[in-house]
């Protein structure tokens, strides 16, 4: 296990590395750079195109007067450092921005997760037991328009529905201006009460995926043999279905979990823009419009390393909860 | 002296779920209303021609009424189909193209060929596809053959994967071997006897890719990364957002249309992969 581990994070390396500089050429593709943008900005319009010295010597000062490959290696050398850069827009460390804003975006993730994966299970469940029922046919319809919707547009009809209409819930922000004078409990029930669309708005399209999934792979699971045996054991439904049929058919559904955590994170650019939300997909959304390329290149950075550590977690979970699978490759 | 009579078989619609020829409704309409878009609602799209606030059905002859800066909504949605179909076919049939290519090369040829390309499978996997497609977008500034490049390059990657592994199976394949044994050139093997056998799947769910690429597409749009001279859908939804306190249908009407479109084409789809897969039918 802990050969395993050594060799899965050592890996990671390569693939980090590879990661980083592909990353790096696809923003070298822009037209222009930084200095210009920031020149132009700064003394109006067209004029300050003419203004080369100017140009010259922003250029100098963000380091991109050097040829790509030596900025390629400058960059390389920094992050060998763990050393994210500075955000010539935002006027800070790189590391210090995406700190600020990963918690807002960890508990908005985190929780959408929990719901989107223990909901989908739950519903997929529902609609294997009966395939072809009425509940089946009721969910599986409904389902198949939630995967089917923007997430944008459901966030928007969620705010005209529950904010503008029957004013229920905030629209925007993760706290009330003036919620830190409050006490501990009542701070904890206004963000909660911030929570409650941004969640549903970014776990509704995963939920959908994995009731989808779990449904096929509980249909599977209950038509095994070891299932016709606890059945003619005597043992409860419920015993049969969750403790005998659930327990391997979650399995492959945990496996999508690892790809569906990069995609939670890109909706959260959408979710937090449309809810104001402070975090790291609103910060993302602010460095696309600004060609901020120290802060695109560790969020992307970020995004990776965490889709690849979800997967690593999920292997390891996997082979805890099936000794079938064994930790070698 | 007797006749023989030869009577055809009548040719019978397939039994479909109803929700299926409610998927296969709803996209005609959608491809007549892009087809007509020039005749129904003649000039610019974005030209303000009505009152503002024309909630629907208060002017019958403008049914969906009009937006906050009186453009008439219907034209918009007719000439958004368009867009959308537009980009949802092209980044398909680049996706597609990329995927086959791909997965083609690394199943063929195996070895060093197939490590790099899977290698670099790998990467477009690990970010996060929206992510990049939007970061693309943004570097290369908005217009229409930039965001179909940007959903192209971000979504072939399970193409890749599924044609590869059909192709790593049909390359020991008798047929194949006796080709090699044959003298064919690698080349026409490939391309008329391993393909042909290898994209069945993959076509299949071909509009299952193109709804995707649509509801990408919308997101863009939605985050001003659209072309900036054509009306979308997303565009509609986003400049909604600012009645939204007074005008919502602004921003349900628009969204409709794109979950009606992306939903029929899933459908559509699933049927096609359940009649063309008999072992997933129900």
Redesign the interface.
């Known amino acids: 296990m802990r050969a395993y581990l050594r060799r899965r994070l050592l890996q990671f390396v390569p693939?980090l590395v590879?990661?980083c500089i592909?990353?790096f050429l696809?923003?070298q593709?822009?037209?222009g750079d930084l200095a210009e943008v920031v020149a132009a900005e700064s003394s109006g319009g067209d004029a300050a195109m003419d203004n080369k010295a100017y140009v010259a010597q922003l250029r100098a000062s963000f380091g991109l007067d050097v040829p790509a490959w030596a900025q390629l290696l400058a960059y390389l050398k920094r992050l060998a450092h763990f050393d994210l850069g500075y955000s010539h827009r935002f006027g800070a460390p790189v590391a210090e921005l995406i700190g600020g804003r990963i918690g807002a975006t960890a508990l908005l993730g985190l929780t959408s997760l929990a719901i989107a994966v223990a909901g989908g299970v739950l519903l997929g469940v529902l609609c294997a037991r009966r395939?072809?029922g009425r509940v089946d046919r009721f969910v599986s319809?409904l389902m198949?328009?939630c995967?089917?919707?923007?997430?944008?547009?459901l966030a928007?009809?969620l705010?005209?529905a529950f904010g503008?209409k029957l004013e229920w819930l905030p629209i925007g922000g993760m706290r009330e201006v003036g919620a830190e004078a409050l006490g501990a409990r009542a701070q904890a029930w206004d963000i909660a009460r911030h929570l409650v669309l941004p969640v549903v708005t970014l776990s509704v399209y995963s939920l959908a995926v994995y009731a989808r999934f779990t449904r096929a792979s509980m249909t599977d699971a209950l038509q095994e043999d070891y299932i016709r045996t606890a059945r003619s054991k005597g043992l409860s439904e419920p015993a049969v279905v969750f403790r005998h049929a659930l327990r391997n058919a979650v399995l492959p559904v945990l496996t999508l979990v690892g790809?569906h955590v990069?995609?939670l994170?890109?909706?959260s650019?959408?979710v937090e823009?449309v809810f104001s939300w402070p975090g790291l997909g609103k910060l993302?959304?602010d460095a696309?419009?600004n060609?901020d390329t120290n802060l695109?290149l560790s969020?992307?950075l970020l995004?990776?390393l965490l889709?690849?550590t979800t997967s690593l977690l999920l292997d390891l979970i996997t082979a805890r909860l099936d000794p079938r699978i064994e930790l070698q490759r | 002296m007797t006749t023989l009579t030869f009577r055809l078989a009548r040719p019978r619609l397939p039994a479909l779920p109803a929700q299926a020829w409610l998927s296969v409704a709803v996209l005609l309409l959608v491809l007549v209303a892009a087809l007509c878009a020039p005749w129904l609602y003649p000039g610019d799209p974005q030209d303000m021609t009505l009152p503002p606030y024309l909630w629907p059905g208060q002017d019958w002859g403008h049914p969906f009424g009009s937006d906050l800066m009186g453009r008439d909504l219907g034209a918009g949605l007719a000439h958004g189909a368009r867009v959308s179909l537009l980009v949802g076919a092209a980044a398909a049939g680049l996706t597609l193209f990329i995927g086959v290519a791909v997965g083609t090369l690394a199943g063929w040829y195996g070895g060093w060929v197939d490590n790099v390309l899977m290698r670099l499978t790998d990467f477009f996997q690990i970010v996060p596809r929206f992510l990049l497609a939007i970061v693309l977008v943004a570097v290369l500034e908005p217009s229409l053959s930039v965001v179909v490049l940007s959903l192209g390059i971000t979504s072939w990657t399970h193409t890749a994967r599924v044609v590869r592994a059909e192709v790593l199976g049909l390359r020991q394949r008798e047929f194949v071997q006796a080709g090699l044994a044959a003298g064919m050139s690698q080349t026409r093997i490939v391309l008329r006897h391993v393909l042909p056998n290898a994209l069945t799947p993959i076509l299949v769910s071909t509009s299952i890719v193109v709804a995707g690429c649509i509801l990408s597409e919308s997101g863009l749009a939605f985050l001003g990364l659209g072309d900036p001279n054509l009306l979308s859908w997303g565009a509609m939804i986003a400049s909604g957002r600012e009645a939204i306190q007074t005008g919502w249908y602004m921003i349900a009407i628009p969204g409709a249309a794109v979950m009606a479109t992306v939903w029929s084409l899933n459908v559509l789809g699933d049927q096609l992969n359940q009649y063309f897969n008999p072992k997933l039918r129900d």
């Open positions: 693939i590879g990661i592909l990353n696809i923003l593709l822009a037209p395939r072809n319809a198949a328009l995967y089917s919707m923007p997430v944008f547009w928007l009809m705010v005209v503008v790809a990069g995609e994170l890109a909706g650019i959408v823009t993302t959304y696309v419009l060609r695109l969020i992307l995004s990776s889709v690849m």
